[in-house]
Every structure is written in structure tokens, then in C-alpha cells.
T-cell receptor, first 114, second 114 residues
Framework: AQSVAQPEDQVNVAEGNPLTVKCTYSVSGNPYLFWYVQYPNRGLQFLLKYITGDNLVKGSYGFEAEFNKSQTSFHLKKPSALVSDSALYFC????????????FGKGNQVVVIP | EPEVTQTPSHQVTQMGQEVILRCVPISNHLYFYWYRQILGQKVEFLVSFYNNEISEKSEIFDDQFSVERPDGSNFTLKIRSTKLEDSAMYFCASHPGATNEKLFFGSGTQLSVL
């Protein structure tokens, strides 16, 4: 079964500094990979996805993520963090081998310090 | 952007009581899901629903759980006899069709079982 690991509970970064949120995955087939963000009292919002093609994927709000098949990773990055990026970030994977469910990580709280 | 709506935002119930969580998916979407997140833990898949029937369910989704799409717009999750461990944030989600598409999530119902 597919699974995702987000090893850090909280990521603290100063405003203007690069932001990285780590994610590794496990699937039996090929992965579809997603990042979602959750702001307080809101549902999960889609940021970006990797399906196939270029390993570097660009998404909403200046975020990007790099698919690394050998390391089974899909880390989320932003070159210059904003205070408004403070939120809960979830990595998710869907296995292309049959089922339709998304497996989520437990989420990372990102705190951007002014 | 269209939204998935969930009601109520908070639900408090006594152990053993039945609860119904309600969701209105986006109108042209074909696949519907329920996920939940127990505080501090991963977002967990419960069930997917397509063409008026369950297409997949997790081991969490036992006989105490049921889903229904009673009128072509609402999508409900019923827990027949709630347990303390059912306390969680429950998210409804939907998407138009293909498995590589993003999910659209509601803002969740926080269920507290006392």
C-alpha cells in the first residue's frame, strides 16, 4: 500500500529565506504526487502535482517541488518565504497500480518568522 | 473557484449516539471521498464513492460507517454508534474524474465524541 512520510513536525524559517518541506513516499507502481496546504479553518487546498515529465514542478504561490525517483522524495520548496506562507502542508501520493485513494502524510506546520 | 461545503463545522455527541456529517461536493464532480484526521496524526482515507456506490474503503470504514448520496447533491457520512476514538476532523472531497486530478476538499467537520 502507498504511504508518505513527512519527517518534521514543524518547520521554522525567517521571512525571505528559502523554505523546504520534506516528503518521501512509498508505492508499488509509479506515483502521482501532490502537495496540499491548509490555512486555519479552511479545507486542504491544492498546491501542485507531479504526474509525469519534468521532475521540477511549479505550482501556486511560488511553490515548486522536485520529484526524485531514486530517493523516492518529493520535497516542497519556495525560494523566499512569506509570513502568509505559515500554514499546514500535506504531501500525498496515489499509486497508479489500481486504487484511487490518496495517502497523506501527517502534515508539517510551517512557521515563517517576520 | 467552486467549493466543497461541509456542515456542521463542529459536532459534539455522546458516545453511542449516531451522527451524520454532510457534504455538498462540486456539482459536476463524479468521485467523492471521506477522509479523517485524528489530532496529531495522518490524514486517513475512509471511503470513495462513484456512480452511486462505494468504490473503495479502508479498514477504518467498518460496519459502523455508511455513506449515501440521497438526492444527487448531498453526500453524507453516517456513524451509527460513535466511539471515543471516532473523534477527529472529517474531510469531504471530490474530483471530476481522472485519477491524476487534484481533489477539492471541504473545510471539515470537527467531531468530538464525549
Amino acid at each position: 500500500a502507498q504511504s508518505v512520510a513527512q519527517p518534521e513536525d514543524q518547520v521554522n524559517v525567517a521571512e525571505g529565506n528559502p523554505l523546504t518541506v520534506k516528503c518521501t513516499y512509498s508505492v508499488s507502481g509509479n506515483p502521482y504526487l501532490f502537495w496540499y496546504v491548509q490555512y486555519p479553518n479552511r479545507g486542504l487546498q491544492f498546491l501542485l502535482k507531479y504526474i509525469t515529465g519534468d521532475n521540477l514542478v511549479k505550482g501556486s504561490y511560488g511553490f515548486e517541488a522536485e520529484f526524485n525517483k531514486s530517493q523516492t522524495s518529493f520535497h516542497l520548496k519556495k525560494p523566499s518565504a512569506l509570513v502568509s506562507d505559515s500554514a499546514l502542508y500535506f504531501c500525498a501520493v496515489r499509486d497508479t497500480n489500481g486504487n484511487n485513494r490518496l495517502a497523506f502524510g501527517k502534515g508539517n506546520q510551517v512557521v515563517v518568522i517576520p | 473557484e467552486p467549493e466543497v461545503t461541509q456542515t456542521p463545522s463542529h459536532q459534539v455527541t455522546q458516545m453511542g449516539q449516531e451522527v451524520i456529517l454532510r457534504c455538498v461536493p462540486i456539482s459536476n464532480h463524479l468521485y467523492f471521498y471521506w477522509y479523517r484526521q485524528i489530532l496529531g496524526q495522518k490524514v486517513e482515507f475512509l471511503v470513495s464513492f462513484y456512480n452511486n456506490e462505494i468504490s473503495e474503503k479502508s479498514e477504518i470504514f467498518d460496519d459502523q460507517f455508511s455513506v449515501e448520496r440521497p438526492d444527487g447533491s448531498n453526500f453524507t457520512l453516517k456513524i451509527r454508534s460513535t466511539k471515543l476514538e471516532d473523534s477527529a476532523m472529517y474531510f469531504c472531497a471530490s474530483h471530476p474524474g481522472a485519477t491524476n486530478e487534484k481533489l477539492f476538499f471541504g473545510s471539515g467537520t470537527q467531531l468530538s465524541v464525549l
